[in-house]
Structure formats: C-alpha cells, structure tokens
C-alpha cells in the first residue's frame, strides 16, 4: 500500500520535530513503526523523501526476468550475490526458489514419463493381485473339496465298484 507524499511528509515533520515518541505517532497517522523508520533514513540518507517507493517484488518479476537475474547471479560469490540481492530488492532465498522452478520445469517432460512408467506399474500391480486372488480361492475351494471327499469316505466307506 503507498502512502500520500503529504502523509509522509507531516509524519516525518512530527518526527523530526522530536516532542512525540515514534510509536506514538505512528498510532496517530495509521502507520507502521517500522515504515516510519523507514522514511526516515530514506530523509538522512537523500535529504528528501523518496516520492516512487515501489519496488518490484519477487513474486512480480516475470519468467525472463528471473532467468537472467539467474545468469547474472550464478558465477558471483555469495557477498556480490547478496549485494546484488540488496540492490534489486530480493532475498538470496527467491533466487534459489526460481532456480529450483526453472530446474523443475525443464525436466516435467521426464517426470511425466516417470508418473506413466509407475501408473502402468501400479496397473500391473493391481492386475497381478487380482489374479493371485482368484487363484487363491480356487486352491482353497479345491482343499475344501478333498477334505470333504475324505470325510465322505470315512463316513460311508470307499465307493463299491459293480
């Protein structure tokens, strides 16, 4: 959310002005401490207040623009990465996420391959333990009907042959 120019330049001449705490009038105007800090250095550093505060956020920066901030970044060392980072207003984590998405998304084409490979698989999986379970209730079927022929034949004796 960007604040007014007169809003910032009526909180920051409170502040300067020294008679109220910053918390205070942070309360008074309905903003944030830490964006009253903010401006403030801005104010010391430039002398003025930085009318266009919007920087771009990670989530804004497009597909190419990630890919070259990559490229850029990659042979750097970790103290020019994270100056670099600073001045683009990015954290070293958002390089490492766009550099896992772009990894991820140039090898979807195998992991397709891999979900077809283990969906055919499960399918197999499902047809062998089908199978396995008709066979397994035919054996037993057949162990039922032996003991009952055997039963038969202790009962009544073994069949007379005319």
């Excluded at 604040?3 to 330049?9: D, G, T, V």
């Excluded at 903010?38 to 920087?55: D, F, H, T, V």
């Excluded at 683009?88 to 998304?105: C, E, M, R, T, Y």
């Excluded at 999986?125 to 202790?154: P, Q, S």
């Amino acid at each position: 959310m960007g604040y007014p120019i007169q809003l910032r330049e009526a909180v920051l001449k409170k502040v300067l002005q020294g008679n109220k705490p910053q918390h205070e009038i942070a309360k008074e105007f309905g903003v944030g401490r830490s964006t009253i800090g903010k401006w403030l250095r801005e104010y010391k550093q430039n002398g003025s207040i930085n009318l266009n505060p919007k920087e771009k956020r990670p989530k804004d920066w497009t597909a190419e623009e990630r890919i070259s901030a990559l490229i850029k970044t990659g042979s750097m060392s970790v103290e020019d990465r994270t100056a670099w980072c600073r001045r683009k207003g990015i954290f070293i984590h958002n390089l490492d996420q766009w550099k896992k998405d772009a990894i991820s998304a140039m090898s979807s084409g195998s992991v397709r391959k891999q979900s077809e490979e283990v969906k055919n698989l499960k399918k197999e999986n499902k047809n062998l333990k089908k199978d396995l379970n008709r066979k397994e209730k035919a054996l037993a079927e057949t162990a039922a009907l032996l003991v009952l022929k055997k039963k038969a034949r202790e009962i009544w004796g073994e069949p007379e042959d005319d």
